[in-house]
């Protein structure tokens, strides 16, 4: 089984921006599940909107990547599959629903996020656009 996941990479000054959820103990970056019918976009705009109480300008959005690894608090087996996108956005970000934290991380940081997001670190790392 995997999880169809769509991924928001905001990137500054060598930080990524990262969330983590009421309730849990590692970060993931800004995203989620598809909701039936929606195109990866829709899903970027709607998930990052819920999560941080921005708005994704869609027409700016850049495909960084795709990353798959075991699902974190799944069983083994169980894959995620992040599409990762790049895109400019209005408003601060700020903690929203089911967000508890949000924090700029580091490459130093790639042990608190979940696998995929740490294929992802390792990624921007060796492209030199996370410190």
């Not at 590692?26 to 039936?36: A, Q, T």
């Not at 995620?80 to 601060?92: I, K, L, R």
Request: proline share 4%; charged share 25%; net charge negative.
């Amino acid at each position: 089984m995997t999880i169809d996941k769509i991924a928001w990479l905001e990137l500054a000054g060598g930080r990524i921006l990262s969330t983590r959820s009421k309730g849990k103990t590692v970060y993931y970056l800004p995203g989620g599940k598809r909701e039936p019918g929606e195109s990866d976009l829709d899903t970027l705009t709607r998930e990052v909107r819920e999560e941080l109480a921005v708005q994704i300008d869609p027409a700016t959005a850049v495909h960084e990547g795709t990353f798959t690894a075991q699902a974190h608090g799944h069983t083994a087996g169980v894959l995620v599959q992040m599409t990762c996108y790049s895109a400019h956005y209005e408003g601060t970000p700020r903690a929203s629903s089911e967000i508890a934290e949000v924090r700029w991380l580091t490459y130093a940081d790639r042990d608190k996020v979940s696998p995929v997001d740490q294929l992802i670190f390792d990624h921007l790392h060796e492209t030199n656009r996370l410190n």
